[in-house]
């Protein structure tokens, strides 16, 4: 995927920019995977996921790899 990423005067970046025909095409794989084909429970739990992201409620990625990391037994 040929994406560029955009960055504000520090070099963070800040936005992307995905070429139309990928992203279409990127849409188009979405639409397939709908609820229709989750279990209950699991459609439940990606919807309350989901509010917990928009409502900030989430941990940092680096932390989750951390966690499970601990976690382990092997």
Request: aromatic share 6%; proline share 4%.
């Amino acid at each position: 995927m040929a994406v560029q990423y955009l960055t504000d005067a520090k070099g963070k970046k800040v936005a992307v920019v995905v070429p139309l025909a990928e992203w279409e095409a990127l849409q188009a794989k979405l639409r397939d995977l709908t609820y229709e084909e989750l279990s209950p429970e699991e459609a439940a739990g990606s919807e309350a996921a989901w509010q917990d992201f928009l409502a900030g409620k989430t941990k940092p990625l680096a932390q989750v790899i951390k966690e499970q990391l601990h976690d382990r037994e092997d």
